[in-house]
């Protein structure tokens, strides 16, 4: 099956600096999602981005489609930023369910 | 508001029992989902079900059942039969799963239930 990679696995920031968490998948898809998951658990949904870029707020997110890979970018990180971020992929059609790397654990420093 | 209600927060199972956990959505979505996270990994899909009255398995859906009798209520029961049941259990709903519809399968998640064993 499809194999999603995340990195780094952990991250430390002092509040304010930038970071850019990537996701490599393994074959084509036609679904991609980007998660933050609290230090309390509940999840949200920040980009849908099967392809092109995105922006919102400090975050945005670009994925390249033919290269197999997507990233996350965080801009002037804040302690509210801390969590796990998850990309999430999907073949789409029959094998539409969402396939999740093991995460990328951020923790922001004040 | 719309959005997804899981219960109970906390769950703790007594061996040889069967728990329920309940997932209810006001969001008129069709698909909800299932998935089980272990500490320090992502999430693995249990079951999901596309519409009312019909359901499917996912990676992992040994030890575990689930039901849709309603479009906004897809419950989850833990079997005695599952050994390793202590995870947080996350349910996900999204307008459609997949197909050419693409956008429809962003999913929206509950805030999540964490199954203890006693």
């Known amino acids: 099956g499809i194999q999603v990679e995340q990195s780094p696995p952990d991250l430390i920031l002092q509040e304010g600096a930038n970071s850019t968490l990537r996701c490599n998948f393994s074959?084509?898809?036609?679904?991609l999602q980007w998660f933050h998951q609290n230090p309390w658990g509940q999840l949200i949904n920040l980009f849908y981005?099967?392809?092109g870029t995105k922006q919102n707020g400090r975050l945005s997110a670009t994925t390249v489609a033919t290269e197999r890979y997507s990233l996350l970018y965080i801009s002037s990180s804040q302690t509210t930023d801390s969590g796990v971020y998850f990309c999430?992929?999907?073949?789409?059609?029959?094998?539409?369910?969402?396939?999740f790397g093991k995460g990328t654990k951020l923790s922001v420093k004040p | 508001d719309g959005g997804i209600t899981q219960s109970p927060k906390y769950l703790f199972r007594k061996e040889g029992q069967n728990v329920t956990l309940s997932c209810e959505q006001n969001?008129?979505?069709?698909?909800m989902y299932w998935y089980r996270q272990d500490p320090g990994q992502g999430l693995r899909l249990i079951y999901y079900?596309?519409?009312?009255?019909?359901?499917q398995k996912g990676d992992i859906a040994e030890g575990y059942s689930v039901s849709r009798e309603k479009k906004e209520s897809f419950p989850l029961t833990v079997t005695s039969a599952q050994k390793n049941p202590t995870a947080f259990y996350l349910c996900?709903?999204?307008?459609?799963?997949?197909?050419?519809?693409?956008?429809?399968?962003?999913?929206?998640f509950g805030a999540g239930t964490r199954l203890s064993v006693l």
């Open positions: 996900a709903s999204s307008i459609e799963r997949g197909g050419l519809k693409l956008a429809k399968n962003i999913q929206y």
């Open positions: 074959d084509s898809v036609n679904n």
């Open positions: 981005i099967p392809s």
């Open positions: 999430a992929v999907a073949l789409g059609g029959s094998q539409g369910n969402l396939i």
């Open positions: 969001l008129n979505h069709d698909a």
């Open positions: 079900s596309q519409i009312v009255n019909d359901f």
